[in-house]
Nanobody
Framework: QVQLVESGGGLVQPGGSLRLSCVASRSGFAMYTMGWYRQAPGEQRELVASIQSGGVTEYVGSVKGRFTISRDNAKNTVYLQMNSLKPEDTAVYYC????????WGQGTQVTVSS
């Protein structure tokens, strides 16, 4: 079973940036479309960005133009560059395949606040 480990979250002021990383425990995930999901307190988990094995990306409207998803299959890693962060981006961020087919990792907390 592939394990996913997310990192890179933290506390940042509005307008700031963070880069999240998600490392898979073994190879093989390169064939999957991978995505970054987030879950705010009291809200359902939502998919915010995805990247196909060939590099085609999609974003939810609220993050389009601010977030960039990328992947390095040789390193079994998916990234999420987040710029111009807003308080409403505050959530725990997770990565997983799209559709979900792997066990969830522990996520990484992103808090946007002044």
């Amino acid at each position: 079973q592939v394990q996913l480990v997310e990192s890179g979250g933290g506390l940042v002021q509005p307008g700031g940036s963070l880069r999240l990383s998600c490392v898979a425990s073994r190879s093989g995930f390169a064939m999957y479309t991978m995505g970054w999901y987030r879950q705010a307190p009291g809200e359902q988990r939502e998919l915010v960005a995805s990247i196909q094995s060939g590099g085609v990306t999609e974003y939810v409207g609220s993050v389009k133009g601010r977030f960039t998803i990328s992947r390095d299959n040789a390193k079994n890693t998916v990234y999420l560059q987040m710029n111009s962060l807003k308080p409403e981006d505050t959530a725990v961020y997770y990565c997983n395949a799209v559709p979900v087919r792997l066990s969830w990792g522990q996520g990484t907390q992103v808090t946007v606040s002044s």
